[in-house]
Each structure stands twice: as structure tokens, then as C-alpha cells.
């Protein structure tokens, strides 16, 4: 094990207890990112030497979860363990660059352990193990595409071929091109983003040994009682079973602790205290399994992991009859958290903390699983039933005792269990509503000898119901007995109305709708097993309709073929550009050497900073108390608005509240102190009075309500939309509801802000896309000129928008701190932090009224947006233009008025984001194609392609324009991913099936590049030429992962005609390069590579007369030449920006340098009893104009369609009326996992002119978003298919996301029924 050293990471909260912070100095590559073990970041290896099977034992952990004294006698790997740049990197670390799995590089570490300890088990695995191993490791940033496709190059066929099994690549031979399905425009198009071929071979036998010393450790029969002091806390390890019960007496409140995922969490986020903690990990007495005749005993220690591999033996052994618990259980095991959680959390754990959301207890229990419980009295046995679930007292384990074992017993003939649950996330997420179901039948017959339904999530424990299945008992297994047991259950399972949790009317539909589906694999049970035994008897099949509704979706290995334009084949070769070259950090980032704002190494004197925010959305300050948290130790300064030198308020943006609160997650003060740890015991202690002022506004609609806003309207409007409506065959009027976002970059706000000796000066480390606003900021709050303040931006993990004017309010609570205290500040948001405090993607309202004529053709539209601003300007009002600006899309409406407008409310304050309003206002425009279509009885197709542009138009801002290649894709879309055909045979599916529906969508889009006004797309450059001919690159733009170095460094390389490794690119920072814009807007290459270019091209000049005179010479001798001609081999570069204007009071205005346009086709199954949902298929056309590097290309645009897809599906913020953010972390905020992205994952790109930017290319840094509505309106389709079968015509609004609780409830049946007209029974 590590030696506990000093903490080289900010020490996080619970540190003490977690492994994070006590990995040796300097190995930074495991990283933290939310602490609760729901990302993978801190994903390291364990491996462990077991005496009895004289075998090691490797398993992923997170390490944030892992307490530091659980290790003792365990090897840890982390990443620095598998390769290094320095030494040597593992082919896993090569692969996972080369393959361009990496973008931000925060996540990567985790995927390299990940995949790693998959391959030191299995070193051949199966695609299917390498999903099962990623399942647990959140990226926010791939779309996990290329993550999966390096994992498969180990597999023992690789499943990599871009060709789908040909073998062969156009790239590979000249002839296979021909076999490429796609040319177009003459454009030879390439599938094959790296070259495999480069991959140095893996060789499992080159892995490090385990150390001797820990065999010889674990073997020594003199072990003794291992005791850690610490200083509040006391870990004991017991030497035996014997000791531990001896402990367990002595101390009978202390925890057992083995895999911590359920005590770790309480101590950390719920403040639970425990002075000893007994810790029985790697006890040889709770490591067994024992199957006898009857059924199997399995030792408390197994670690769920381990449960699941005995099980998968015990299925394999014997009979089906005999095994369909262990089936039950085996089916949730795969989904249930992700791979590291299921090695760490143990089976007793799991039983005995009984978690309400348990996935395993309620299958147990119907089972009829029993306790083996031990304690220095003896041993006994307890039901795992419905009285010990309920933890009623009686039923409990006494406080001495400890779980032995689990005893599970074989199922019988005409004994049915099963275990069914739903989620917001197929895996790795906690389930909406679960159940363990079990029927026992008389001999030979349906009638009910026994039944037993358990359900999770539903109550604060797992709840039996056990009244109706008393009541049912006798009962036949037939429509009616369900019809009753429906009513029963509902009657006897109560959700309040104010339950935590909300979504109560799905919940209860789903107690039913599961029952359902228990039912009916009941009944085909029973007919399969009579008729495969002959006995002369005959129950009834299920329709077969039905049958689909049985099984959940499979989790796929996803699959996929990219498609780009070849290189000029005589293009030079030294010429990157357009290869797809890896992103510049890729390997860095794969061995955890890249380095990250938290990774820079402590700083003398360094304090820690943590935040109070206010608790109030709307309140007055009456009393800030510091005096207690002042008092404890470690504490330096507790910091205010009153410490604030120069601007508090600066351009409406309050940096410590001062007077009164505006939201729930204000800064009302700050903590620094020693360790974050004492920073954060010090916050808790600010005692703040408020005095509650009104009015206190949460939604828009509360808005409208008080007139609030934070902006004035917005307006564009073409033809005479009144008199419009007077000439159509019909109206129609609609409202959308858009909710939010979370931005959820990986890497949390870092900032380290560190105050000069000299002159006032302050250097502020961060990751930013926009360095200048911080040091705006900064320089009001501490009353300086902007010329002292440096910031210096390596990388950022993951910013989304959500780094464009956060850091700099971050930033500036932070300099006031370091002024103040006259220390280096390090201030890291935790993960609930960042999330309540910086806030997200504003929430929209959209009403519409569309005028249109009977086939469809759209006359008029008059459009209103509102959106949530939050509680101070940010940037609400620019994201309410580009709203507006660009809410026509694809389609021309020739009398079309659009109005817009941010609304001010109590909420922290909302922020850019990917696509910047785009995402959210266009659903407005697709839902009312929809409604038209509905009506006009077309199908959406139908009416897109009669409304959409065609010709060289005007926008409705007067923006000449050409669809051309709009219509290219959308043409392609349609024909490639053969929508007609699978259309119908969507329709085919449906008619079979009644429980499940197919949907398919297409989506065009004509999306913007950059920005209204020409200043704001500026640029600069700064290159340097050294004396041996290596060459620094810097520019304004910053490295957010979407690989904007790395093609900087080919168009560098392609201008000075050099290879891009005489090219270095260190960072961003102020001062090289002064008053750069943000980093956004999907202009980030399009603006800083006209510079970088610029300037190389005076290089370039300024060397000429050398070249001239020395034709045949090398670099390094013409550089030579120039400076001994005294010829300046330094220069800056600049873009002026291309020319935009938007003059707002005639509504007209070249708004954009240019438009993006793109189409794409998704494919979704639906299970209209649950709500989830599969994607199928997705293929995406986007016109790129020629791509600088089709890697980092498409790589944008699948990672952007995956966030888009997310955002439409699954994930939900969620608030109370008062404001109060609930979700704020992985647990309850569901990003999408590697089992959401499409099984087959098609990307194109499609070649098209753009000669205003470099090289002809386009900025696609966020148009892939919007492609992801292409879900949204697919799970439509299928949703309205479910709703026609049932008699339901009428058109209705699907709002975004669409969640597994609006599809289910949507898809109206008689459980949805029964649900809203049966109300709890008066007892
Ligand atoms: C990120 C994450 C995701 C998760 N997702 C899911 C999910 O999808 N579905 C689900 O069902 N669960 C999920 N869980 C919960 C997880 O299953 C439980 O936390 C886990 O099973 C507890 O086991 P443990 O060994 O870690 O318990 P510990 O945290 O070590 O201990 C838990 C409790 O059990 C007691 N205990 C442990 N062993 C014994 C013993 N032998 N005898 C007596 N008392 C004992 C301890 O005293 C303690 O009170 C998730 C947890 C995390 C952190
Ligand atoms: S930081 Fe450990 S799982 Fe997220
Ligand atoms: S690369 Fe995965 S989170 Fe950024």
C-alpha cells in the first residue's frame, strides 16, 4: 500500500478517510472529481494475494471511496504504475490516445485503469467485458466512442475494423475504395482515424509482479490485530473471526467497514461521525461459497463482483428450475453501480445497510434468503424478509452481531422469481422503482400458494406487500388476479404527494406496470414449462404482442463507422493538415502527466478556501457570526464583501453577498485555512441570520407573473404574420418546455491564486475559456490595472461554456482572498458546489402559433421565448439574441415573427452553454414541424422537406445565404441511413409489439459560427523561432480538450513547411497574449488559427531572402542564416475578425461569419410500461467544409451529440419550489454512460466550400449538440405510435428531456389509469 505521505492533491472533503489524497507525492494522475464514487476519475487498481487459492486478486476501485488503512497488506496501482512517458507508456495508454479517446484528458487516467485491471484478468477480453469494465467511468467530453474502440483492440478478434469485418481500409489499398459506400462530390472519403498498425503489441506476461513481501505478509501465520490512531478516529482490523467478534463486543456501535460505499458516502456528504471503525476486509471466515442439494451460502465478505462471478457458476451447474433466483439476481448485478463499486461494496454490507434503493435486498427476499449472523453468544439465523427490509426493530441484527453468510435458496419447479427495475440511466444509476417478485404455485396447477413482492425506491426502506399477497393467496394466476392485485398493491403501497423523491403518480404506475410485467413472464413461464413437461395440463401463452415487454434491453458493445474526406494524395507529407492528427495531449493525458490546476504542486504558506453560500433564495443579511468558525484550528481568515479593495458589484455580478442574498449557492463568504479539510469544518460553523424578503421568484412562469426580467426585448420579424394568419386552412398554438442543464465538465472550477511580493501583482492559475474576463474581474475587485494580474491556463478539464464567465466571479473571490490573507489560494469547487453555485444551461418556455395550409406548407409563425436567467445578468441576454437570431433553423416561414426575453429570478444565475441557446430553442421549432405534420396527417419528413430553405436565401435577419449543403445532408441522411425502409419496418415492429414501440427522426440544421459584433472575433498570436529551430507557438485561445492546440500546431507546421514536432504550445496566459476573446462560440480554430497563420506567414516572409540563397539548406541552418542577419525570429499574428453587424431595432444584420448546417437520423426503441429507452442508431451527416482534423472533428461532434442526447433524455435538474438545487452530483444527475450512446454510431463528414475561413474549414465545436433532439423526436415517434394504438389522436407536446418518467407517463395505458383515480384507501 501507498505510505500515507503528504497529500500533493488539495485535500478533499473526507480526505481523511478516502486513498485520493495520500497517493505519494507527485503522482497526480489519479484524479477527483465528485468524491462519492459515482465518475471513475479516481479509478485505480487493487490487487490482493488471497493464501487460500495462493491466487492475486486484481479488482478497479474508486479511490475517493477507499479508506487508506483498508489497504494494508494490498498493492495499489495507479496509472503512473502502468506507463509513463518518461519510462515507458502500456499499450492501454497508447491506445486509448491513438484511438482519440481522449479530449479534456480528466477522465482518461480512470479509462486506463479501467481497462488495464480488465486486461490483468482477461487478457483477451470479450467487447462485451470492455463495456461492462467502462460502465462505472463517466466523460463528459468523447461521447465514449473511440474509449470503447481502444478497449477493443485488445479483444481477441479485434472488433475495431472500420470496414465491419472486411479487414480492409481505403487507406490500407487503393482498390478498396471502391468498397467505401459513400463518394461524394467526387470526394474520396477515409474510415480510419489511426493506423493500428503503430500500436506497439500487448504482452500480458511484461506486467509488474505482485511484491513478494505482501505474499509473505498475507502468509505469515503470526498475524496479529492490526490498529491505526488517528486523531479522532481509531481503524481496527481484526487478525480472525474470533477477534473480530471480540471487537464487535467491545464496540458494539462501531461500523464494520468492507467496501465502504455505504458508510464512506454517509461520513462525507452526511456528516456521520464514528470514533472506531472495525474493519473485517480480507477475513478468510467471510470469503466462501457453500452449495449444497438445497441451495448456496456465500460468505458476507464476497464483494457483489465476486457474487456475481459464484452465481454465473452455480447457473452453469445446475438445473434452470433450480436457479431462477440467482438469475433474478444475476441480471441486476450487471447494472447495479459500475464495475469498481460491484468489486468494492460485499454482499453483508449490501444486506445489512439496506439501502431503500437496493437492488439485491428485494430479489433476496423473494427468494426467501436467509442471515447467518454470529456473534460471541453464537451464531443464528434471521429471514431476509420483508420485517428486517422494513427494519423493524424485532427483525434487526443485534448490535454485537456480525453477518456470516447469505444463505440463498434454489429456486423450485413451480416457484417463479424474478427482479425488475427501472433507472434513469440503463447502468451505474440508482433505480426509480425496483422489485424483487416471487410466486409460488400449488403442484401441477396456477393456483397461488405463494406470493411475494418487494419494492425499492419507494418509501425510505424496501417495502413488502405483503397484505395483497396475502390476499391473492388461492387465487388463479389470471387476468382478473392481476386486475385485483393492481388495486391491492396501489392501496397498500403509499407514496405521499411531498415525497422525497417526487415523480409520485410514475412511481405508482410503475409498482403496477412492474407487477405487470411479472405477471406476464409468469404466464409464459407456466405455458412453457407445462408444455415442455407434457403433464396433460394447458395454461394459456401470452399474447404474443406481449412478449417483447418480458425482457429489458440489452446493453450493446457500440459500433460505429466515421467517414471523412481523404488527404489530397499530393498534399506533402510533412503537411498535417487535414490527417487526423491525435490530440497533442493525448498520451499525457493517458498517463495522468498532463497537468491539471490541482495537480501543481503545494505552494509555501498555500491556504485552503471553502465556500458558505446562502441557504435563502430571496433574504435579507441581518447577522454574519464568523467568531466560532474563526476559533478552530487551521483556520486563517474568514473572508466578505467588506474585504472586497475595490469593486463588490462589478457589470451586476456580486462577488460575496453583501445586504441581502439573491439565491440559493450565493458566495456570502469564504474559509481559508491550512487544509481544505479545516476550511470546510470552519464554513459549517458561519452562523448567517436572514430575514426572508419577497417576492421570491423561481420559474419563468413566476416571472412573467412579477414582470421579471433582466433585459428587454429582443424581436425579428419578416412578411406581416397577422394578416398571414388570416389565409390558412388551420391554426395552431403550443407551449414547449426546455428544462436545464449542468455543464458537468469533469474537472471542477480550480482556481490557485497567488499574490506577488511585488507591485500588487497576482498570478492567478485556472482553467478558462476566457483569461481576460478573469483578469477583468479580478483587477475591479482588488482595484488594480489589469497589467499586474497574469492568468495562465494549461488545459481545462471539460468547460462546455461553463468556464467563459464563471472563473472569472471564482476568480475574483479568490483574489480577494489571497489579497487579504497574503497567501496563495487554492480553491477547488467540490462537485455540489460547482453545480449549485455556477448553475447551467437556461431553461426555456416557447409558445408558438402556427399558421399553415392543409399539405403542410407553413405560412406564419409568431414565436415568444422566455428563458431562466437566474438571479444577475451573466450573459442571459446575449443567449436570448442568438436565441432569436437563430430560431428559424432549416426552414423558411415567410411571414415569421420571433420574440425573446431572459427572465430574472431567484435562481444562480445561468450561463453559456454548448450550442447557446440553440439546443433549447430549436426543439420549439421542431415540436411545432411536428404538430403541423400531425395535423396535416404527413409524416415531420414530409413537412421539413416542403418548408425547408432550397435556394440561395435571406434569413429572417436578412442574412444572404446558401442551403446547399444543408440540403446535402439531409439528402444523405435520409438515403444512408435508409430512413424509409426502417420507417417501415419501424411500423412493422409496432404492429408485433404493444408493450415496446420503435420511433425514428431526422433533424436538419442550419447552426452559427461565432459572433454578431466583428471585435468579439478577434485574435492573436505569438510565435517564437529559437536558435535550434524549435518553434513556440502561443495564442488566445484556450485548450478545453476540443484540441485546439494540437491544430494550431498543424496549421504552424503547414505555414513554416516543418514537421509539427518542432512545434511546441505550452499554454495559455495574458502575458503573451493580451485581450483575447473567449474560447467559444465554435470559433476557437476559426480565429486563433487566422493569427497563428498570420504570423507564421511574416516568418515565413521574413525568411524568404535566406531560403533564396540557400534553396537546398535545412530549417535549422536557414535560422541559423536569419539570425546572424539579425533577422527578428519573433512575431505576433492577428486576426482582425470577420466582419458582423446585428442592428437590433431594424431586426437585420450579417450576424454570423457563417452557418454550419448538418442532419441527423435516430432510431429509439421504447418500453412504454417502464418509460427507458434504447438508441438503436444514429447516423450524422455535418458539413465541415474541409476539416483541419477529421480526429478532433468528429470527435467534437460525437462527444457534442452525446451531451445534446443527454440533455434531452436524461438529464434532470432538480428544485424545490424554494430554490433549493437538489441534484448535485452523479448520484442524482444523470450524464449519459457508455450503455447510452447509439449501438451503431454513424458520422460523416460531408465536403463543402467555406473560403472565408482557414483552410476552407468550419468551427464544429458545438453544432453536434442540437443533432441530438434527432433522440427526442425519435422517442416522439415511438410515443405516438403507443399512443394512436391506444386511441389517443391528439397531438400532444413531448417537453425536453424526456425522461423515462414523461415517456412512461405519456404513453397513457389503464396502469396510468388506475394510478390517477385511485387515491389512497381511508385507512
Ligand atoms: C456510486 C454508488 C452507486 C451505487 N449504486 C447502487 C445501485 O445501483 N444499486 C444498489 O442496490 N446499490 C447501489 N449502491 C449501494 C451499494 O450496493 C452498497 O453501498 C453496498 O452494497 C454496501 O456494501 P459495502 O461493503 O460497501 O458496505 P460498507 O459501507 O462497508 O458497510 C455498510 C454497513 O453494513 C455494515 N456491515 C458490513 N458488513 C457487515 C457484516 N459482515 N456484518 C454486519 N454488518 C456489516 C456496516 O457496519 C455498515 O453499517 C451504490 C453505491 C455507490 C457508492
Ligand atoms: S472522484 Fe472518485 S468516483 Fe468520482
Ligand atoms: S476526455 Fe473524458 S471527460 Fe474530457
Known amino acids: 500500500a501507498p505510505p500515507p505521505s503528504t497529500p500533493t492533491k488539495a485535500e478533499q472533503p473526507g480526505s481523511l478517510f478516502s486513498l485520493t489524497p495520500f497517493l505519494p507525492v507527485h503522482l497526480t494522475g489519479t484524479k477527483y472529481s465528485c468524491g462519492s464514487g459515482g465518475c471513475g476519475a479516481c479509478t485505480v487498481m487493487v490487487s490482493r494475494y488471497d493464501p487460500k487459492t495462493k491466487k492475486i486478486h486484481h479488482y478497479p476501485v474508486t479511490a475517493c471511496l477507499v479508506p487508506i488503512c483498508s489497504l494494508y497488506g494490498a498493492a495499489v496501482t495507479t496509472v503512473e504504475g502502468v506507463g509513463s512517458i518518461k519510462t515507458r507508456i502500456h499499450p492501454v495508454q497508447e491506445r486509448l490516445a491513438k484511438c482519440h479517446g481522449t479530449q479534456c484528458g480528466f477522465c482518461s487516467p480512470g479509462m486506463v485503469m479501467s481497462i488495464y485491471t480488465l486486461l490483468r484478468n482477461h487478457p483477451e477480453p470479450t467487447p462485451e467485458q470492455i463495456t461492462e469494465a467502462l460502465g462505472g467511468n463517466l466523460c463528459r467530453c468523447t461521447g465514449y466512442r473511440p474509449i470503447v474502440e481502444s478497449g477493443k483492440t485488445f479483444c481477441a478478434e479485434s472488433a475495431v475494423c472500420q470496414m465491419k469485418g472486411s479487414g480492409k481500409c481505403c487507406m490500407d489499398q487503393e482498390e478498396n475504395i471502391s468498397e467505401v459506400p459513400f463518394v461524394f462530390c467526387f470526394v474520396e472519403m477515409c474510415t480510419k482515424l489511426y493506423n493500428e498498425d503503430e500500436f506497439q503489441p500487448f504482452d500480458p506476461s511484461q506486467e509488474p509482479i505482485f511484491p513478494p513481501e505482501l505474499i509473505r505478509m498475507a502468509e505469515d501465520p503470526n498475524k496479529r490485530r492490526l490498529t491505526f490512531r488517528g486523531k479522532r478516529t481509531t481503524w481496527i482490523t481484526p487478525v480472525n473471526l474470533n477477534d473480530l467478534l471480540e471487537l464487535k463486543t467491545n464496540f458494539p456501535e462501531a461500523p464494520i467497514i468492507m467496501g465502504n460505499t455505504a458508510v464512506g458516502p454517509s461520513i462525507k456528504f452526511r456528516d456521520e461521525f464514528h470514533p472506531v471503525f472495525i474493519s473485517p476486509l480480507g477475513l478468510q471466515e467471510l470469503y466462501f461459497v457453500d452449495s449444497t442439494d438445497d441451495g448456496v451460502t456465500i460468505g458476507a ?52 445497510s439496506r439501502p431503500n434503493f437496493s437492488d439485491l435486498n428485494p430479489i433476496l427476499a423473494a427468494g426467501n434468503a436467509t442471515i447467518n449472523l454470529i456473534s460471541k453468544e453464537g451464531k443464528r439465523q434471521i429471514p431476509l424478509d420483508g420485517r428486517f427490509l422494513e427494519k423493524s426493530p424485532e427483525a434487526n441484527l443485534k448490535s454485537e452481531e456480525t453477518v456470516l453468510s447469505v444463505y440463498i435458496p434454489h429456486s423450485t419447479r413451480w416457484h417463479f422469481v424474478s427482479g425488475l427495475r427501472i433507472a434513469q440511466r440503463q447502468e451505474n444509476a440508482f433505480a426509480m422503482v425496483n422489485a424483487g417478485m416471487s410466486v409460488k404455485f400449488e403442484d401441477g396447477t396456477d393456483t397461488i400458494k405463494e406470493l411475494q413482492m418487494f419494492y425499492g425506491s419507494v418509501g425510505p426502506t424496501v417495502v413488502s406487500a405483503s397484505k395483497t399477497c396475502q390476499q391473492l393467496t388461492g387465487r388463479y394466476w389470471n387476468d382478473q388476479m392481476l386486475s385485483d392485485a393492481c388495486q391491492l398493491v396501489l392501496d397498500e403501497i403509499y407514496i405521499p404527494p411531498d415525497a422525497e423523491g417526487g415523480m409520485v403518480e410514475y412511481r405508482r404506475t410503475l409498482i403496477i406496470s412492474l407487477l405487470f410485467k411479472f405477471y406476464l413472464k409468469v404466464r409464459r413461464g407456466l405455458n412453457k414449462m407445462v408444455r415442455t413437461t407434457s403433464l396433460g395440463l394447458w395454461f394459456p401463452d401470452i399474447p404474443e404482442r406481449f412478449v417483447s ?21 499530393y498534399q506533402p507529407p510533412q503537411d498535417p493538415v487535414g490527417h487526423p492528427v491525435m490530440h497533442q495531449s493525448a498520451i499525457k493525458h493517458t498517463t495522468g502527466e498532463a497537468v491539471f490546476v490541482d495537480d501543481i504542486p503545494p505552494i509555501s504558506q498555500e491556504l485552503f478556501l471553502a465556500v458558505v453560500t446562502s441557504t435563502r433564495a430571496h433574504a435579507k443579511i441581518i447577522l454574519i457570526d464568523t467568531s466560532e468558525a474563526l476559533a478552530l484550528p487551521g483556520v486563517a481568515d474568514v473572508i466578505t464583501a467588506e474585504d472586497v479593495p475595490g469593486d463588490n458589484n462589478y457589470q451586476g455580478e456580486i462577488f460575496y453577498a453583501q445586504n441581502e442574498v439573491i439565491c440559493v449557492g450565493q458566495i456570502v463568504c469564504t474559509v481559508a485555512a491550512d487544509t481544505y479539510a479545516h476550511a470546510k469544518e470552519a464554513a459549517k460553523k458561519v452562523r448567517i441570520v436572514y430575514e426572508d424578503l419577497e417576492p421570491r421568484i423561481i420559474t419563468i412562469e413566476q416571472a412573467l407573473e412579477h414582470n421579471s426580467f433582466l433585459s428587454a ?11 398571414a394568419f388570416k389565409h390558412v386552412d388551420q391554426i395552431i398554438e403550443g ?39 478573469v483578469q477583468e474581474y479580478v483587477a475591479a475587485a482588488l482595484n488594480i490595472p489589469r497589467n499586474r494580474i497574469a492568468c495562465h491556463t494549461k488545459r481545462a478539464g471539460g468547460a462546455f461554456g461553463g468556464k467563459v464567465s464563471k472563473p472569472a466571479l471564482l476568480g475574483a473571490v479568490s483574489a480577494v482572498a489571497a489579497n487579504k490573507t497574503g497567501r496563495p489560494i487554492r480553491f477547488i469547487l467540490e462537485r455540489g458546489d460547482d453545480m449549485l453555485i455556477t448553475a447551467g444551461r437556461h431553461p426555456l418556455l416557447g409558445k408558438y402559433k402556427i399558421g399553415f395550409m392543409n399539405n403542410g406548407v407553413i405560412k406564419a409563425a409568431d414565436i415568444e421565448y422566455y428563458i431562466n436567467g437566474g438571479c444577475t445578468p451573466d450573459e442571459s441576454e446575449l443567449v436570448m439574441e442568438f436565441i432569436v437570431l437563430r430560431c428559424e433553423n432549416a426552414y423558411y416561414i415567410p411571414n415569421f415573427r420571433c420574440r425573446g426575453r431572459p427572465c430574472k429570478t431567484n435562481l444562480p444565475s445561468n450561463t453559456a452553454f454548448r450550442g447557446f441557446g440553440f439546443p433549447q430553442g430549436i426543439v420549439v421549432s421542431e415540436a411545432y414541424i411536428t404538430a403541423v405534420a400531425s395535423q396535416c396527417n404527413l409524416t415531420p419528413e414530409q413537412v421539413k422537406e416542403i418548408n425547408m430553405y432550397k435556394r440561395t436565401s435571406r434569413t429572417v435577419h436578412k442574412q444572404i445565404f446558401n442551403p446547399e449543403p444543408l440540403r446535402r445532408c439531409w439528402k444523405e441522411c435520409l438515403e444512408k441511413s435508409s430512413f424509409s425502409a426502417r420507417k417501415l419496418a419501424a411500423e412493422e415492429f409496432n404492429k408485433k409489439n404493444y408493450w ?51 491544430k494550431m500546431i498543424q496549421v504552424a507546421s503547414r505555414e513554416l513547411n516543418i514537421p509539427e514536432s518542432y512545434i511546441h504550445l505550452s499554454e495559455t496566459n495574458t502575458t503573451t497574449v493580451p485581450n483575447a476573446t473567449f474560447t467559444a462560440g465554435s470559433m476557437g480554430a476559426d480565429i486563433n488559427g487566422k493569427a497563428v497563420q498570420n504570423a507564421c506567414q511574416i516568418l515565413k516572409a521574413r525568411l524568404q531572402p535566406v ?41 437585420e444584420g450579417d450576424a454570423f461569419p457563417y452557418f454550419v448546417y448538418g442532419a441527423s437520423c435516430s432510431e429509439v426503441e421504447v418500453d412504454c410500461l417502464t418509460g427507458a429507452h434504447k438508441l438503436l442508431r444514429t447516423d450524422i451527416f455535418m458539413d465541415a467544409a474541409f ?9 467534437q461532434i460525437e462527444g457534442a451529440f452525446v451531451q445534446g442526447m443527454g440533455f434531452y433524455t436524461i438529464e434532470e435538474l432538480k428544485y424545490s419550489p424554494e430554490g433549493v438545487l437538489y441534484s448535485r452530483g452523479p448520484d442524482d444527475y444523470k450524464i449519459p454512460t457508455v450503455t447510452e450512446i447509439p449501438e451503431e454510431f454513424n458520422v460523416t463528414l460531408v465536403r463543402s466550400q467555406n473560403p472565408i475561413a482557414i483552410y476552407s474549414s468550419k468551427g464544429l465545436g458545438e453544432a453536434g449538440m442540437f443533432l441530438g433532439s434527432s433522440v427526442l423526436f425519435a422517442i416522439y415517434d415511438a410515443v405516438a405510435a403507443a399512443r394512436r394504438e391506444r386511441g389517443l389522436t391528439k397531438t400532444f407536446t413531448l417537453s425536453s428531456p424526456a425522461t423515462p418518467e414523461l415517456i412512461r407517463m405519456t404513453c397513457v395505458d389503464q396502469f396510468t389509469d388506475m394510478v390517477r383515480v385511485v387515491r389512497r384507501a381511508p385507512y
Open 713 to 723: 426585448e429582443k424581436k425579428i420579424e419578416q412578411g406581416n404574420v397577422e394578416q
Open 301 to 352: 465478505g464476497y464483494s457483489l463482483a465476486q457474487l456475481n462471478d459464484a452465481l454465473h457458476f452455480i447457473v452453469s451447474e445446475q438445473p434452470k428450475e433450480k436457479t431462477k433466483t440467482y438469475h433474478a439476481l444475476l441480471k441486476h448485478l450487471r447494472t447495479l453501480a459500475g464495475a469498481q463499486i460491484r468489486n468494492m461494496a460485499t454482499l453483508g454490507g449490501h444486506v445489512v
Open 1107 to 1147: 531560403i533564396r540563397k540557400n534553396p537546398k539548406g535545412t530549417w535549422e541552418e536557414w535560422i541559423s542564416e536569419a539570425y546572424e542577419e539579425s533577422i527578428n525570429l519573433s512575431t505576433t499574428g492577428y486576426f482582425k475578425g470577420y466582419q458582423t453587424n446585428m442592428d437590433w431595432k431594424k431586426g
Open 549 to 569: 415487454a418480458l425482457e429489458d434491453f440489452p446493453i450493446e458493445t457500440p459500433q460505429g463507422i466515421q467517414m471523412f474526406q481523404c488527404v489530397d494524395p
Open 996 to 1046: 415496446k414501440k420503435r420511433g425514428l427522426a431526422v433533424v436538419p440544421m442550419k447552426f452559427t459560427v461565432g459572433m454578431p459584433t466583428t471585435f468579439y472575433n478577434q485574435a492573436a498570436a505569438l510565435v517564437h523561432i529559437y536558435l535550434d529551430g524549435s518553434v513556440l507557438v502561443s495564442h488566445g485561445g484556450c485548450e478545453l480538450g476540443q484540441g485546439l492546440h494540437t
Open 735 to 773: 407551449e414547449v418546455h426546455v428544462e436545464g442543464q449542468e455543464h458537468f465538465y469533469m474537472e471542477t472550477q480550480t482556481i490557485l491564486a497567488i499574490p506577488q511580493e511585488e507591485d500588487k501583482e497576482m498570478v492567478l492559475h485556472l482553467g478558462t475559456q476566457f483569461q481576460t474576463h
Open 1187 to 1195: 476539416s483541419i482534423n477529421p480526429a478532433v472533428d468528429i470527435g
